[in-house]
């Protein structure tokens, strides 16, 4: 029976040394996996700090590297992305980040994918276009298989993507990738000059596009309203006349045209689209019952000539602008729906006034059949 308890008892011991043991691991492996971690976020605090500047490359290549492996790899490539600012030779740069996108593949996709498209971002400067769309549509294909993303990888991705589009002058592409930069940042964080330059690009783009004549999402985002007060609050008040479908107030801002040679090659565009505006214009503000427009009250709305009236009308149809039928024979279109638009105060109050007038008739109404009964 000693025995039995003796040799019980030197079991347990071992568990117990054993237990001990995992728990001090643990305990290790935890304390260094901390310790790492607030050594990182000092150097990204001591990187971003403009006095590191000069320093920022010889740290890198003789202190981050030497436990590059140990570190969050997404951290690694923003030491690295601060430590490439300094290189100024634009081809030394892009080889400095094609040896950090080799280091950082085989651990984290994440990272390799923050890299890829940051160099993509050096190529453009190059004007290696082929390599940036072969870059950015690598980048696409891996972020696609994951289900969430850091959003500084999200944002660095689409500002490459709206940074390609801008200078290929893809005008509607760049508006799609630009506001979802947008969407991954916190716009108080750009700084002034930035949020300027990316509202000014955007209405451009959103006014060049062929195919955009929505400017809801850009007309609420916070980001336009930094236009205003600056030399370039014209193209913040031409956006408003194209959703009013104000034809008066866009001749009175053409003069401006001149300052921007994209917006000035496209003149004739923009009357078309400012008159298709017009038009959508005239259909919203009528009641649902009386969108049967004449050929013309077409005419005076968008001021195009009668022969055009039939090639205006089937340009709304095909763009989506309007659903409805063209009567030929009487000259008449009849309107079934009109694309919803973001709404001034003006338009606001008209739409009040409808709801009024609407309301009176249904009452009308039921006063009359009330009678009748």
Request: aromatic fraction near 10%; charge should be negative; glycine fraction near 4%.
């Amino acid at each position: 029976m000693q025995a039995y308890i003796e040799g019980f008892l030197a079991s347990e011991r071992e568990k117990a040394d054993d237990e001990l043991a995992v728990m001090f691991i643990d305990f290790e492996e935890q304390w260094s996996r901390r310790l790492w971690h607030q050594l990182t976020q000092s150097l990204l605090e001591f990187f971003n700090s403009p006095e590191s500047a000069k320093q920022r490359l010889s740290m890198y290549q003789t202190f981050v590297l030497s436990f590059a492996d140990k570190i969050n790899q997404l951290n690694l490539v923003s030491l690295g992305l601060l430590a490439a600012s300094q290189i100024e030779d634009k081809q030394n740069a892009l080889n400095f980040l094609n040896e950090l996108k080799g280091k950082v593949k085989g651990t984290s996709q994440e990272a390799y994918v923050y890299a890829t498209v940051e160099g993509a971002k050096i190529k453009l400067q190059l004007e290696d276009f082929e390599g940036v769309r072969a870059d950015l549509d690598e980048s696409e294909k891996i972020l696609d298989k994951f289900d969430s993303v850091e959003s500084m990888v999200h944002a660095s991705f689409y500002s490459a993507n709206a940074d390609y589009y801008h200078a290929r002058q893809e005008f509607a592409s760049y508006y799609k990738n630009s506001l979802l930069y947008l969407a991954c940042i916190n716009i108080e964080d750009l700084p002034t000059e930035d949020r300027q330059s990316r509202a000014y690009h955007l209405a451009v783009s959103a006014l060049a596009a062929d195919t955009i004549y929505n400017f809801g999402e850009l007309l609420l985002h916070p980001v336009l309203e930094s236009l205003k007060g600056t030399e370039n609050e014209w193209i913040y008040s031409l956006l408003y006349a194209f959703n009013e479908g104000n034809i008066g107030k866009y001749e009175a801002l053409t003069v401006h045209l001149a300052k921007e040679p994209i917006l000035k090659s496209r003149g004739d565009f923009l009357r078309r689209k400012i008159r298709l505006s017009a038009l959508t214009e005239a259909v919203f503000v009528r009641p649902p019952n009386e969108r049967a427009l004449s050929f013309a009250t077409i005419v005076k709305e968008t001021q195009v000539a009668p022969d055009e009236v039939e090639h205006l009308l089937m340009k709304a149809l095909s763009l989506g602008l309007i659903r409805g039928s063209i009567d030929q024979v009487s000259a008449i279109a009849r309107v079934s729906w009109v694309q919803p638009k973001v709404l001034t105060m003006q338009q606001i109050k008209g739409m009040r006034d409808r709801l009024i007038e609407w309301d009176a008739g249904v009452s009308q109404l039921s006063v009359w059949m009330e009678n009748k009964m």
